[in-house]
T-cell receptor
């Protein structure tokens, strides 16, 4: 079920830089667009989410940009920190959550 | 407030055996979902339970079954284990009713290895 395509697969960013992760989807019935963060040995944790009636949501250093016509949404991490090093998943919601394949982010001090 | 807990942490089984994984939901949460996460992949939805009834199922065969108990804890049972069943199994609980897929809180998972 390739309903969600996430890119890039891995990302290396310098401390203080901007990390950008993208998610493209096919199902127009999706109505909730979250990003999850997962550290090794832990379950995913909700980071930030957006509804389709807004184009952008910002929470601290984390921003979701949503483009409904292009069926894409992205996660921007400003001022990236070594503690942000983790795997990130987009997981749009239809009748279930459809997780992307994940992006491994490494922030170099 | 206690978070979602899962047991056991790790498990090794052989092909053809059966396994039961357990999950205690976060306090006040009546909905539990189970996911399979293969190495290097995103979690895949297995099924969800709400008030002891199955409420949605992903693309998994019937040998994957579950239960939810009156205290909202849950079990995932897998029969006739196959090598491809080796994965991290995640449980997620959420508050609210049967339509509440939002605000899922994940446990740390059970790592199942099938030899």
């Amino acid at each position: 079920q390739q309903q969600v395509k996430q890119s890039p697969q891995s990302l290396i960013v310098q401390k203080g830089g901007i990390s950008i992760i993208n998610c493209a989807y096919e199902n127009t019935a999706f109505d909730y667009f979250p990003w999850y963060q997962q550290f090794p040995g832990k379950g995913p944790a909700l980071l930030i989410a957006i509804r389709p009636d807004v184009s952008e949501k910002k929470e601290g250093r984390f921003t979701i940009s949503f483009n409904k016509s292009a069926k894409q949404f992205s996660l921007h991490i400003m001022d990236s920190q070594p503690g942000d090093s983790a795997t990130y998943f987009c997981a749009p919601l239809g009748n279930q959550f459809y997780f992307g394949t994940g992006t491994s982010l490494t922030v170099i001090p | 407030e206690t978070g979602v807990t899962q047991s056991p942490t790790h498990l090794i089984k052989t092909r053809g055996q059966q396994v039961t994984l357990r999950c205690s939901s976060q306090s006040g949460h009546n909905t539990v979902s189970w996911y399979q996460q293969a190495l290097g992949q995103g979690p895949q939805f297995i099924f969800q339970y709400y008030r002891e009834e199955e409420n949605g199922r992903g693309n998994f065969p019937p040998r994957f079954s579950g239960l939810q108990f009156p205290n909202y804890s849950s079990e995932l049972n897998v029969n006739a284990l196959e090598l491809d069943d080796s994965a991290l199994y995640l449980c997620a609980s959420s508050p609210g009713g049967a339509d509440s897929y939002n605000e899922q809180f994940f446990g740390p998972g059970t790592r199942l290895t099938v030899l």
